[in-house]
């Protein structure tokens, strides 16, 4: 192989990362020419209504999924939060890059937190988990839907639209925009993978694994393996407010999972977390994920 073609969004934010993905196959193939192929989802396409009224996430990979699939490209760059919790039968992801920042970021023009945003506070975002756990903290505050590429909430909220937007600090980090923002660390936990990328490709197409093998990060993979057990568990989507976080301390041999389950109306919900022996194996990380949906699941039933 000569050329590996690269399927990616036109967003900003993807560029960036599939280009930053992009030199980490050429410096680790010497030789290999990596060519971006641009793909419009319909996630990009549909920037009026929120995700879960016109499909959840899987409109952000759908488009790419199937370009690779028909053979148009060979290998494709997501934002692993926005991966349904089922692939399609012939693809897999290939690799898993070191995670960024997992914690969402409230954005502010002038740096204030959760707690000193001003009574009845307009703060601007798409995501229902985001909203149900916003409001859990702060009942008075009026929670918008904005949408839109990263330096258009940006925009909105420089221009005095909002008082405060919610933003995933690895996209802020990745694109190196410049914002005054204090990360939601301790206060929401954050989507499955948030943070993380995910490379997949065509099952059995070995010259593209070995392409990529040296990008992946065995550490997030089986972290972000137990977050989308938790998914897939609880059924999760766009449309279930839900998240999940896990972190493996190595030298310890543990595995520490938070978890966040909501009804879609926000009237109840519940945090949950666990502990559990690991040495990184995927058996072990399933395992926890569902260990986990499990609580998190009874205990919503129960309020």
Do not use: Y
């Not at 070191?98 to 502010?108: C, M």
């Not at 393996?225 to 998914?231: L, P």
């Amino acid at each position: 192989m000569k050329v590996l073609r690269l399927a990616t969004r036109r967003s900003a934010l993807a560029l960036a990362q599939s280009g930053q993905v992009a030199a980490r196959i050429r410096a680790a193939n010497p030789g290999l020419e990596v060519e971006l192929v641009h793909v419009v989802t319909a996630g990009d396409r549909i920037q009026d209504r929120p995700l879960a009224s016109i499909g959840g996430k899987g409109l952000f990979v759908k488009e790419i999924e199937l370009t690779l699939a028909e053979g148009a490209a060979d290998l494709a760059v997501h934002s692993m939060k926005d991966l349904p919790a089922e692939l399609p039968s012939d693809l897999w992801i290939a690799a898993v890059p070191a995670r960024e920042s997992p914690w969402d970021l409230l954005a502010t023009v002038d740096g204030r937190g959760l707690a000193e945003l001003p009574q009845a506070a307009r703060v601007g975002t798409a995501s229902q988990r985001r909203s149900v756990q916003l409001l859990a903290r702060r009942p008075d505050l009026r929670v918008e839907m904005l949408r839109g590429n990263i330096d258009t909430r940006v925009r909105r909220l420089r221009e005095g639209d909002f008082d405060a937007i919610v933003l995933a600090e690895a996209g802020v980090r990745r694109l190196g925009i410049e914002v005054r923002g204090v990360t939601l660390e301790g206060a929401i936990v954050p989507a499955v993978a948030q943070g993380a990328l995910a490379l997949e490709a065509r099952r059995g197409d070995e010259a593209v694994a070995a392409a990529v093998r040296a990008l992946h990060d065995p550490k997030t993979a089986a972290e972000t393996t137990a977050e989308r057990a938790v998914m897939t568990a609880l059924s999760g989507s766009c449309v279930t407010p839900m998240g999940a976080l896990a972190r493996w301390d190595q030298a310890a041999g543990t595995l520490s999972m938070e978890g966040f389950l909501a009804r879609d109306d926000g009237s109840a919900q519940v945090v949950d977390a666990l502990v559990a022996s690991f040495a990184g194996g995927e058996a072990e990380a399933l395992e926890a994920g569902a260990r986990l949906a499990e609580r998190l699941r009874e205990a919503l039933a129960g309020r």
